[in-house]
C-alpha cells in the first residue's frame, strides 16, 4: 500500500518492481495504477478503462480494492487546495463509483467519509440546510435518546444480558439521500433516532430483540433479520423499528462484538475471523463484477452496468432447498433465474413464487420461495421482452450477450452465402481463395475472414465488391472486370473510373444519379443500388430506403466520393425560431452574407410562436455547409438550423 503510486509517479517501472519485490507486490500495484490517457478519446473513458482494470485485477486478489479505496480516502481529504472544478470531478467519481464499491465490502467507516466529504462539495447548500436542521433538533434527539437508553439497559439488566447501548447517528448524506429518494421534506423524515445494541453471543441478540419489543410495539414489515439471512457483504445484525416513548418511531439494531466489528471494517474483519482463507473467494461483489467485466463490451459500458448494479438495494429470495439468492430491490423470477445459473436464465419459460404460478414480471420481496421451470426444447432461448422488467446488471448483459451472440453467428452465415453466390456469379473459384480472402478482409480493415462475412451479412460491405476483389488478386493482370468479360465477344480490359463525382466500383460507363429521398453531398457516407434502366442511384448510408433497399444486397455497390469535387450542390435546411419582427429578413440576409444561393423556400408560424422556415440553398462544398448553419445558429432567437432529409 505504500508503494500504490510508484509506477504513476516515478520512473519505477512495474518490471522493477517484480524483480524487487516480486509478483505479489506487482500485481497488487499494477491493479491500482491508472492507464495512460493518451489511449483513450475522453477522461470518461479513460476512467471506465482503468476502473475496468482495477475490476479484473481485484478479482484476482481482493486486496487491489482495498488499497484503492484506502488511496481514495486518502485524495478526498487532500481536495481543498485542488481547484474547484477538479474538486467536483473528483468528488462526483467518488460518489459514483467508490463509496458503493466500500459499502459491498462493508467499510461502513470508509463509506460514510467519503460520502459525507463529497456531499460537502457537489451540494455545500443542502448540506449546510440539513445540518442546521439537525443541529436544531439536537437538544431534544439527546434527552430523548438518554430515556429511551436507561430504559433499554435497565431491562436488559434485569434479564441479565451484559450489552453496550449508543446512540446510532444519522449521518447527513443519508438523510439527503432519503429526502431525495423519497420525495419527503426535513421535518417528514422520523427515523433520526436510532440505537445499537450489542451483546456477547448470537443468542443474547434474540433475547434482546424480545425486550425491546416487550417495552414497545414493533412496527409491522420493518424488522429484518440478517443474522439468519447475512447481506451480500456478511454484513450480519438484527433490525427493528417500534414506537418509541412519546410515540416517535425508534430504530434498533442489535449485534455482537464480532459482528460489530465485521459492520464497521468489512472485508478486513471478515479475513480477521476466517483464518487459513484470503476470505475473498466466497465474497458475492467479487462474482458480480467479474459478471459484468466479462459481458461488458467496452469498458463504458462496463462502468454504467457496475454503477446500476452498486447502488441497487436488496431483496433475498430463496431457492425451493432454502438456499438464499440476494438480488437488486424490484427483482423478478428472470433475474432470480440468472443468479442461479446463465443456462437457466436462458431456458427460463415459468415461474412459482410461493408454490403459486406468476408472470416473469412479478417483482420479487424478501422470503419469497421461487421455483423457475425451464424448457428442454434445444430452440428455448431468452425473450427481448425480458430486458423491458429485468432489473440486475447480470441478467440484462446475460440476455443483451445472447443476443448479440445469435446475431453474429446469423450475419456470418447471411454473409457467407451472399460471398459464395456473387463469386459464383463472377466465375470466381470458392475453393483454395482462403489467402486472397484473408487479403482482402485486411483491406477492409477487419482481422479475419469470419468478420468480413459479418460485415456482408449486417449489409455494411457488399459482396459483389468483395468477389471483385478476390478476383483481382487472383488475376493481377486483370481488373476484377476481367473475369466477366472472358464471356464477352469482344473482351477488352475494363477498370474503375470516375462518374461525375462519384466512384463507382468496379463499373464502368453507368448512369449514376443521386437519389431525391435523401440528396446526399459530398462529405456523407454513401452506397449505391443499381436500378432497372435508370443507373446506379446513390443513397445516404442512413436513408430511410436503403433498410428495403438491402433486402436485395446482389444489388448494391460500393460507391464514394471522387477525390476532387468539382460544381455545386443542392440541399434543404430548415431553420426553428422564436418569431419576432424581422427575422426573414436577418436570416435570408444571413444565408446572402455566408454565399449561399436561394433557390426555394417556405415559411410557417405556428400557434406557439416557433417559426419554420425551409430553404433549398446552393452551395459549393460540405465544409459550406457546416459554415452556414453554423452562423444561423448565431442569429437572435433561432434556437437550431440543421439539414433537412425530405
Known sequence: ALMHDTV???DLTLEGVRAEFGDEVALLIDGVTKLDRIKFSSRELAQAATIRKMAVAMAKDIRVLVIKLADRTHNIRTLAPLPVEKQRRVASETLDVYAPLAHRLGM???KHEMEETCFAILHPGRMAEISEAVTKRSPQREQHLVEVIDDVSKSLADAGILAEITGR??????????????????????????????????????????????????????????????????YQSLHTTVVGPGGKPLEV??????????????????????????????LPVLQDIQDIQDDAEDPKEFLE??????YQDEVFALTPRG?????????????????????????????????RLVPLSTELESGDIVEIITSRSQDAHPSRDWLEFAKSSRAT?????????????SALADGKDAVTKAMRRDSVPLHGIDGELKSVASDFGFDDIDSL??????????????????ARRLKPEDSAEAVVAERLPVPHKRRQRTVGDVVVEGLEDMLVRMAKCCGPVPGDDIVGFVTIGRGVSVHRSDCANVGALTMQSERMVDVAWAAEQTGTFFVWIQVEALDRTKLLRDVTAALSDFGANIHASSSVTGRDRIALLRYEIELSDREALEYVLSGLRSIDGVYDAYRLVL
Open 108 to 110: 461502513q467507516e470508509i
Open 253 to 282: 439494531q442489535i449485534r455482537t462484538h464480532e459482528m460489530h466489528e465485521r459492520a464497521e471494517a468489512g472485508i478486513a474483519a471478515h479475513w480477521r475471523y476466517k483464518e487459513g482463507s484470503s476470505g475473498d473467494d466466497d
Open 8 to 10: 504513476e509517479d516515478t
Open 169 to 234: 447517528p444519522k449521518h447527513l448524506y443519508s438523510i439527503y439521500r432519503k429526502m431525495v429518494a423519497s420525495g419527503l421534506a426535513f421535518e417528514d423524515i422520523h427515523d433520526l433516532i436510532g440505537i445499537r445494541i450489542i451483546v456477547n453471543e448470537v443468542r443474547d441478540c434474540y433475547a434482546a430483540l424480545g425486550l425491546v419489543h416487550t417495552l414497545w410495539p414493533p412496527i409491522q414489515g420493518r424488522f429484518k433479520d440478517y443474522i439468519a439471512m447475512p447481506k451480500f457483504n456478511f
Open 453 to 470: 462475412y459479418m460485415s456482408v451479412g449486417e449489409n455494411r460491405t457488399s459482396p459483389q465488391t468483395v468477389s471483385q476483389r478476390v
Open 323 to 355: 438456499d438464499v439468492k440476494t438480488l437488486p430491490k424490484g427483482a423478478t423470477p428472470v433475474d432470480f433465474a440468472y443468479r442461479i445459473h446463465t443456462d437457466v436464465g436462458h431456458r427460463c419459460s415459468g415461474a412459482k413464487v410461493n408454490g
Open 305 to 310: 452496468n457496475l454503477k446500476l448494479d452498486l
Open 397 to 409: 448483459s446475460k440476455i443483451k450477450g445472447w443476443f448479440t451472440k445469435e446475431r453474429r453467428e
